[in-house]
């Protein structure tokens, strides 16, 4: 058994930073490894076969490092690949090892946030064509009422840092309004990919003061904390020195880049080949 067991934290790209962010303010003890699939990227357009095979590959590269604990920060993974990965891969293997998503954390808490009983949810078109938030949140609140808007520009915006100026409201309040307009008694909507907290500030602009915009990274982060006190079993197997690695699938300097905006700048990724 190797001797650093971290926690590993996946993403597609970029996005998963802003929920590993989180999860190192609240488990700031522990030790995890980050992957962005950057080569791969992006997810969302791809179908549920190819999402699933990628997701599969990364997870296989975390336990090979270790990791008795993954986190899929990613939506589309979470969506297209989790239910597979758990009940499948997992059992037909027999490790002991886990694989958690950032979809059932949100939706487990997102009936209770809303008053009138409408959540809304910005995406990406691969989560809003799963529907994995409209069927995860009926389990939990069968009579909340969910609407939907796919943002397919925000990432690429996000992405090459064009997010925080002028040309990018037009797409923000595009996506924003499609939304409200399907029901303008929505209440409370959920940001359903990593990359939109970057873009809270602009969202506020154009979504009514009553309407409460939910971030991932606080939600996912406090939900294993609960996990971990629930399942001493693996908590025992998270090796806890504090320590923080960086990996990607394409360019460590881009990521390095990139990384700054998402998370916090003099991080030093290195390369690896799935």
Same mark, same amino acid.
């Given at each position: 058994?190797?001797?650093?067991?971290?926690?590993?934290?996946? &993403?597609?790209?970029?996005?998963?930073?802003?929920?590993?962010?989180?999860?190192?303010?609240?488990?700031?003890?522990? %030790?995890?490894?980050?992957?962005?699939?950057?080569?791969? =990227?992006?997810?969302?357009?791809?179908?549920? /076969?190819?999402?699933?095979?990628?997701?599969?590959?990364?997870?296989?590269?975390?336990?090979? !490092?270790? $990791?008795?604990?993954?986190?899929?920060? $990613?939506?589309?993974?979470?969506?297209?690949?989790? !239910? +597979?990965?758990?009940?499948?891969?997992?059992? %037909?293997?027999?490790?002991?090892?886990?694989?958690?998503?950032?979809?059932?954390?949100?939706? /487990?808490?997102?009936?209770?946030?809303?008053? +009138?009983?409408?959540?809304?949810?910005?995406?990406?078109?691969? +989560? @809003?064509?799963? /529907?994995?938030?409209?069927? /995860?949140?009926?389990?939990f609140f069968p009579e909340v009422k969910v609407f939907q808007q796919a943002c397919p520009l925000w990432v690429p915006l996000i992405e090459n840092n064009e997010h925080l100026g002028?040309?990018?409201?037009?797409?923000?309040?595009?996506?924003?309004?499609?939304?409200?307009?399907?029901?303008?008694?929505?209440? =409370? @909507?959920?940001?359903? $990919? +990593?990359?939109?907290?970057?873009?809270?500030?602009?969202?506020?602009?154009?979504?009514?003061?009553?309407?409460?915009?939910?971030?991932?990274?606080?939600?996912?982060?406090?939900s294993l904390m609960v996990y971990l006190k629930n399942h001493p079993e693996i908590d025992r197997r998270c090796s806890k020195q504090s320590e923080l690695a960086f990996y990607t699938? %394409? &360019?460590?300097? &881009?990521?390095?880049?990139?990384?700054?905006?998402?998370?916090?700048?003099?991080?030093?990724?290195?390369? @690896?080949?799935?």
């Amino acid at each position: 058994m190797p001797s650093s067991q971290p926690i590993g934290i996946f &993403d597609s790209g970029y996005g998963g930073l802003t929920v590993l962010k989180s999860i190192v303010e609240k488990l700031p003890g522990y %030790d995890f490894i980050y992957l962005g699939d950057n080569a791969r =990227t992006p997810y969302g357009n791809r179908s549920f /076969e190819t999402v699933y095979q990628y997701t599969r590959e990364s997870v296989n590269w975390f336990f090979s !490092r270790g $990791c008795p604990l993954v986190i899929l920060a $990613c939506n589309t993974s979470s969506a297209k690949a989790l !239910r +597979t990965i758990q009940q499948q891969d997992l059992v %037909d293997s027999g490790t002991s090892n886990r694989v958690l998503g950032v979809i059932r954390p949100t939706t /487990e808490i997102a009936g209770k946030m809303s008053k +009138t009983g409408q959540v809304g949810i910005l995406a990406t078109s691969g +989560t @809003v064509n799963s /529907e994995s938030y409209v069927l /995860e949140i009926k389990k939990f609140f069968p009579e909340v009422k969910v609407f939907q808007q796919a943002c397919p520009l925000w990432v690429p915006l996000i992405e090459n840092n064009e997010h925080l100026g002028p040309g990018a409201d037009y797409f923000i309040k595009k996506y924003a309004d499609a939304l409200m307009n399907q029901s303008p008694d929505i209440d =409370t @909507v959920l940001l359903a $990919c +990593t990359h939109y907290p970057l873009l809270m500030d602009k969202l506020r602009l154009y979504f009514p003061a009553s309407v409460q915009l939910v971030a991932q990274g606080g939600i996912v982060a406090d939900s294993l904390m609960v996990y971990l006190k629930n399942h001493p079993e693996i908590d025992r197997r998270c090796s806890k020195q504090s320590e923080l690695a960086f990996y990607t699938t %394409d &360019d460590p300097a &881009d990521f390095d880049r990139h990384a700054a905006l998402f998370y916090k700048e003099g991080i030093q990724s290195e390369r @690896v080949f799935l």
